[in-house]
């Protein structure tokens, strides 16, 4: 005798059947979770750039530092506790071999002014370097090279002296210091300097 074979109707059926006969039987289907591809598992964590170390140096007193006028100045028109702006003309460098670059800015001020006078009366003009700021820091600046006797004096330029040896103009009997004019100051203390320094301003 011949096996008859079921249809297939037949046996979707009975599959359907067993499915829920399992399902009444408190037997759960487990649906598998997709896995992460290796590539996405392998991706590591972005790592943190190391802290800059930060150290102090210092910047000793009687260090030469040139300078230059950022602002023409004139005894024809400048009043004494008038304030100017000065910055470093050459680059500095310290005990560690750091090298400061040119280009940072300070204050000056003129302590006293007198135009020309009568009688061929000359002009006189005299300024005081005060600071240059390095960073976060003021650097107090002095005229002198010598610390004897350190004060106001030792600070002061006097120009009616010194214009010609430092190259200043004596246009009619006045002092004329043009902008970019340098002039050779002086670490007045010293200074502790915390490194890197920021760069000097641009502009």
Same mark, same amino acid.
């Given at each position: 005798?011949?096996?008859?074979?079921p249809?297939?109707?037949?046996?979707?059926v009975a599959?359907?059947s067993?499915?829920?006969?399992?399902?009444?039987a408190?037997?759960?289907?487990?649906?598998?979770?997709?896995?992460p $591809?290796?590539?996405a598992?392998e991706?590591?964590?972005?790592?943190?750039?190391?802290?800059v170390?930060?150290?102090t140096?210092?910047?000793?007193?009687?260090?030469?530092?040139?300078?230059?006028?950022?602002?023409p100045?004139s005894?024809?028109t400048s009043?004494?506790?008038d304030?100017?702006?000065?910055?470093?003309?050459?680059?500095?460098?310290?005990?560690?071999?750091?090298?400061?670059r040119?280009g940072?800015?300070g204050?000056?001020e003129?302590?006293?002014?007198e135009?020309?006078?009568?009688m061929?009366?000359a002009?006189q003009?005299?300024?005081r370097?005060?600071?240059?700021? +390095?960073g976060d820091?003021?650097?107090?600046?002095?005229?002198n090279k010598?610390?004897e006797?350190?004060?106001?004096?030792?600070?002061?330029?006097?120009?009616?002296v010194?214009?010609?040896?430092?190259?200043?103009?004596?246009?009619?009997?006045?002092?004329k210091?043009?902008?970019?004019?340098s +002039? $050779?100051a002086?670490?007045?203390e010293?200074?502790?300097?915390?490194?890197?320094?920021?760069?000097?301003?641009?502009?």
């Amino acid at each position: 005798m011949a096996l008859k074979w079921p249809s297939r109707a037949a046996l979707g059926v009975a599959l359907a059947s067993a499915l829920c006969a399992s399902v009444a039987a408190g037997q759960g289907v487990t649906v598998l979770a997709p896995q992460p $591809t290796p590539a996405a598992a392998e991706i590591a964590p972005p790592v943190e750039p190391s802290a800059v170390v930060r150290r102090t140096v210092k910047l000793a007193e009687g260090t030469e530092i040139r300078m230059i006028f950022d602002e023409p100045l004139s005894s024809a028109t400048s009043s004494a506790g008038d304030t100017f702006s000065i910055s470093t003309d050459e680059d500095i460098r310290l005990s560690d071999g750091t090298v400061l670059r040119a280009g940072y800015r300070g204050k000056g001020e003129v302590t006293s002014a007198e135009k020309n006078g009568m009688m061929g009366k000359a002009g006189q003009l005299n300024i005081r370097l005060v600071y240059v700021r +390095i960073g976060d820091q003021r650097v107090r600046l002095r005229a002198n090279k010598g610390a004897e006797g350190k004060g106001a004096v030792t600070s002061v330029v006097v120009l009616s002296v010194l214009f010609g040896p430092l190259g200043f103009l004596k246009h009619g009997h006045n002092i004329k210091i043009p902008a970019g004019q340098s +002039i $050779t100051a002086y670490v007045d203390e010293d200074t502790d300097l915390t490194v890197p320094v920021d760069p000097p301003p641009r502009g």
